[in-house]
Nanobody
Framework: QVQLVESGGGLVQPGGSLRLSCAAS????????MGWYRQAPGKKRELVAT???????NYGDSVRGRFTISRDNAKNTGFLQMNSLKPEDTAVYYC??????????????WGQGTQVTVSS
């Protein structure tokens, strides 16, 4: 079984910064793409950012230029640096990872989510 645990969420003022972390634990052959999604109340879950094992990145239009995704493959941890935060960034942020399991199947796992609130 693979678990993803997010941390780093909280309350921040507009214009501020937060750094989210996502720690993966369990047994696997490899972790492929890692990513972040978010869901605000009453809205659909949306892409924030993804990063492949090789470092290729993809960002949602609303966060491009303000957020940066990174990962430490040696520590099986992903990060999301969020700068210039806006009230509309308020949401629950979820970490995801596409994991090659020991039976060679590929499965996408999700974390439990961490709340980010941007408010003065």
């Amino acid at each position: 079984q693979v678990q993803l645990v997010e941390s780093g969420g909280g309350l921040v003022q507009p214009g501020g910064s937060l750094r989210l972390s996502c720690a993966a634990s369990g047994i696997w052959l490899s972790i492929n793409t890692m990513g972040w999604y978010r869901q605000a109340p009453g809205k659909k879950r949306e892409l924030v950012a993804t990063m492949s094992t090789g470092g290729s990145t993809n960002y949602g239009d609303s966060v491009r230029g303000r957020f940066t995704i990174s990962r430490d493959n040696a520590k099986n941890t992903g990060f999301l640096q969020m700068n210039s935060l806006k009230p509309e960034d308020t949401a629950v942020y979820y970490c995801t990872a596409a994991v090659r399991r020991t039976d060679w199947t590929l499965m996408v796992y999700w974390g439990q989510g961490t709340q980010v609130t941007v408010s003065s």
